[in-house]
């Protein structure tokens, strides 16, 4: 998929287009999940910006591991991170 139709992919199709090798959608959801995930640990460990970065590490770690096994249209990619 070229990038410029990639930036308007749904977050399921870029996680599909990772779980098949594609390193440009692993890095534009990654840019569009890591912001929210990380105010999101942030906040729920009272400001700990390290601590924070360590829990969103490691949520998007697990959602690559999850990323050949996806099943689209259960679940939202972002509902399934948080």
Request: charged share 30%; glycine share 6%; no cysteine.
């Amino acid at each position: 998929m070229p990038r410029d139709r990639q930036a308007e992919a749904s977050d399921d199709d870029l996680l599909a287009l990772y779980a098949q090798g594609d390193r440009a959608a692993a890095r534009l959801l990654t840019d569009r999940l890591v912001p929210r995930v990380l105010a999101y640990a942030s906040r729920l460990l009272g400001g700990d910006r390290a601590e924070a970065e360590d829990v969103a590490q490691e949520a998007m770690l697990r959602l690559w591991r999850a990323a050949p096994g996806w099943r689209s249209g259960e679940a939202k990619v972002s509902t399934w991170l948080y």
